[in-house]
């Protein structure tokens, strides 16, 4: 006896339930990233003075616009303030995670619920809305540290020129991310087998080398993923720097790729070179995370 044929309905109820996000990625996300790297290969033709209807054409560029990115000193010079930027951050910030996540993990910690919800709570208020919390309190007019500093006959250090720029932008997103990665590895700590810990407490391993030997091992994983994510959201620096650029000089609108994408396509009014610049940022950040993935699976691998 042949085995019942599947009702259509039934073959038919995963793509059902597979529609609803098919259909948002395509119209929020492949279509605007497919748009985007139409206009990149366009540009506006001006005849004359540009004034009436057929003196602005739209015509094809080739890769006219890529090339023009590629060599934009503007562009080359966010790059390298951003690669600056991250490399204060990231360390800072997933080294206070692993921190805090591996001193919640401890089993002397008190009032762990508290102080979970109180780590974590700056990564829930919005990243412009911490930026101008953190810009005023880097004002020497407004600020209270500085107040009290300029009470003790000490200088305070100014932090929205020069190098202080750096730590600035940086403070913020610490501030701000160190509680989703702390999160993150915690979870990953709490996965761990008590066995483990209870074996190397008989074997007289103080918690310092639980924490070292055990601990930061096992969780090494959910380390690679925090760094992942890291690095692709410090490539995409925008809010912390625009929202402080009405506040300082120092902060050109090119200060980071995105900033001069955003004043091309904005400012300017040139969508074309923007959407260039765009898809070149998003190339770049797919092959520094590949290249990233790639060379910690090798270690892994080579390891094991």
């Known amino acids: 006896m042949a085995p019942p044929q599947p ?120 990243g412009i809305v911490a930026s101008l919390l953190w810009g005023f309190l880097y004002l020497p007019t407004v600020s209270p540290g500085y107040f009290l500093l300029t009470k003790a006959g000490m200088a305070g250090p100014d932090l929205l020129s020069g190098n202080g720029l750096y730590v600035a932008l940086a403070n ?33 391993c103080s918690e310092l080398k639980i924490a070292l030997r055990i601990k930061i091992p096992m969780v090494l994983p959910s380390l690679v993923l925090t760094f992942f994510f890291s690095m692709i959201a410090t490539l995409q620096v925008f809010s912390e720097p625009m929202t402080l650029k009405p506040m300082t000089n120092a902060l050109s609108s090119t200060w980071s790729p995105l900033m001069k994408v955003y004043r091309d396509a904005f400012v300017q009014g040139d969508i074309h070179s923007a959407a260039a610049t765009s898809v070149v940022i998003a190339v770049a950040t797919l092959i520094l995370s590949f290249g990233f993935l790639k060379l910690v699976n090798k270690r892994t691998d080579g390891g094991s």
Do not use: C, H, Q
């Open 172 to 204: 913020i997103a610490v501030w701000g991310g160190t509680g989703f990665n702390m999160i993150v590895i915690y979870t990953s700590l709490r996965s761990i087998p008590v066995e483990l810990y209870e074996a190397a407490r008989l074997d007289g």
């Open 7 to 126: 009702r259509p309905t039934r073959r038919l109820a995963p793509y059902a339930f597979l529609a609803p996000a098919t259909l948002l990625f395509s119209l929020f996300f492949a279509l605007p990233i497919g748009y985007a790297v139409y206009l990149s290969f366009r540009a506006v033709r001006v005849k004359g003075l540009g004034l009436g209807s057929g003196a602005r054409t739209e015509v094809w560029a080739g890769l006219g616009n890529y090339t023009s990115a590629l060599s934009d000193p503007e562009l080359l010079g966010g790059a390298g303030r951003t690669l600056v930027y991250g490399a204060l951050l990231v360390p800072a910030m997933l080294g206070a995670a692993l921190f805090f996540a591996l001193l919640l993990d401890t089993p002397a910690i008190r009032f762990g619920a508290f102080s979970r919800l109180a780590i974590f709570l700056p990564y829930a208020v919005p």
